[in-house]
Nanobody, 126 residues
Framework: QLQLVESGGGLVQPGGSLRLSCAASGFTLDYVAIGWFRQAPGKEREGVSCRTSGGSTDYTDSVKGRFTISRDTAKNTFYLQMNSLRPEDTAVYSC????????????????????WGQGTQVTVSS
């Protein structure tokens, strides 16, 4: 019943943009932290961004100034706007929610009082 489904991934050229969407069902986004992971082949899962229920946001250093996390509570959906994409951004991106806040998501750890999606592939290549 608690479900997150990502969409919006694909192939984009370096310098391009993508917007990932995460549709939530079975719960409201009002009371949870929302965030995004990514994992590239051979690499550990990385916390990309997170927004607390109070509106505080954080990003991993490599995406600061390029990525923006946002929420549309009316649609029970949240987003990751990715601009100025680089080949090293290539990864499977997963959305996540955590009732306990942003700490685990930012560490790349799966929430134990939350949920996560199955991921969408983002490939940045010319």
């Amino acid at each position: 019943q608690l479900q997150l489904v990502e969409s919006g991934g694909g192939l984009v050229q370096p310098g391009g943009s993508l917007r990932l969407s995460c549709a939530a069902s079975g719960f409201t986004l009002d009371y949870v932290a929302i965030g995004w992971f990514r994992q590239a082949p051979g690499k550990e899962r990385e916390g990309v961004s997170c927004r607390t229920s109070g509106g505080s946001t954080d990003y991993t250093d490599s995406v600061k100034g390029r990525f923006t996390i946002s929420r549309d509570t009316a649609k029970n959906t949240f987003y990751l706007q990715m601009n100025s994409l680089r080949p090293e951004d290539t990864a499977v991106y997963s959305c996540a929610v955590d009732r306990g806040g942003c700490n685990l998501i930012l560490l790349g750890a799966l929430p134990d009082v939350g949920s996560w999606g199955q991921g969408t592939q983002v490939t940045v290549s010319s």
